[in-house]
């Protein structure tokens, strides 16, 4: 199995409640690296643009309020079977049917403040990372 790499965005409820640092704890933890990272607050043409896929979904407004509504830690995640592994620590959607343990189930306030995103597979991946990140920003295997 190859490095993989995927997005991951500590959304607006886990750095309004100071859980940055419990998050990546388990994402460490988990034998994933973080190879980029900043703190940015989404503007309304980046959260839609961003999940343009959801665009005819009920909740896309409501996301994209949401998304906009404080400062998020945008990441990009390095590792074996990255982006299923990071979907694995992640839990369901829904914290209600997340399994213990997982990040969305010690901490999502909601189905929608749910605390994390994560890419759900290796095109998304892509999109996302160059959505936020120059690929000079990204300290990956293959520059250390
Ligand atoms: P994910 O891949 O597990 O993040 O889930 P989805 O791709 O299905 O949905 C994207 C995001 O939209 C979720 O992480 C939630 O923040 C939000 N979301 C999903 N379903 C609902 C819903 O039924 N209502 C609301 N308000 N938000 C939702």
Redesign the pocket.
């Known amino acids: 199995m190859a490095l993989e790499r995927t997005f991951s965005i500590i959304k607006p409820d886990g750095v309004r409640r100071n859980l940055i640092g419990q998050v990546l704890a388990k994402i460490e933890g988990a034998g994933l690296k973080v190879t980029a990272s900043r703190l940015a607050w989404l503007t309304r043409a980046e959260a839609e643009g961003f999940y343009g896929v959801?665009r005819e979904r009920p909740?896309f407004n409501?996301?994209v309020n949401y998304m906009t509504s404080g400062p998020v830690l945008l990441s990009v995640l390095e590792g074996e079977n990255a982006i299923a592994r990071y979907r694995e620590i992640m839990g369901a959607?829904n914290p209600k049917n997340a399994a213990p343990g997982t990040i969305r189930a010690e901490f999502a306030e909601s189905?929608?403040a749910?605390t994390v995103?994560g890419s759900?597979g290796p095109d998304t991946a892509a999109f996302e990372i160059s959505w936020f990140f120059r690929q000079t920003e990204i300290f990956g295997a293959d520059k250390r």
């Open positions: 959801h909740f409501d996301l959607t189905i929608e749910n995103h759900d």
